[in-house]
């Protein structure tokens, strides 16, 4: 694989031991970064990576999302907002009232 253009990372809660849990997980999370694989695909945005992570320690602000190497922190993922921020990001902006 070579290395991506765009990494996107998402807190599933998960801890050490694998089992998810916290505040993004139950916030459905996962289902969250299906919609964005999903989403990416649909727009045939190329030679990007999604991948979820630990806790990001945000809770209170969650599920998060990171764009790299933008380095993009956007709160309060939504499917709605996720297209927001997927739209801005292929016109080169940003979602600024979902930017932590």
């Known amino acids: 694989m070579e290395k991506p253009e765009c990494h ?6 998960s801890r050490v031991n694998g089992e998810p849990k916290g ?6 999370a996962a289902a969250l970064i ?3 694989e999903t989403e990416i ?7 990007t ?5 630990g806790c990001l320690k945000l809770c209170d602000q969650g599920p998060i999302m990171i764009i790299y ?11 709605e907002n996720i ?9 080169d902006e940003t979602v600024a009232d979902l930017l932590i």
Do not use: M
């Open 23 to 28: 505040v993004c997980n139950r916030k459905s």
């Open 49 to 53: 990576l999604v991948t979820n992570t």
């Open 69 to 79: 190497p933008q380095g993009h922190w956007y709160k309060n993922l939504t499917e």
């Open 8 to 13: 996107f990372l998402i807190c599933s809660s």
């Open 83 to 91: 297209e927001r921020i997927l739209d801005a990001l292929e016109q």
């Open 41 to 47: 695909g649909d727009r045939g945005i190329e030679n």
């Open 34 to 36: 299906q919609f964005l």
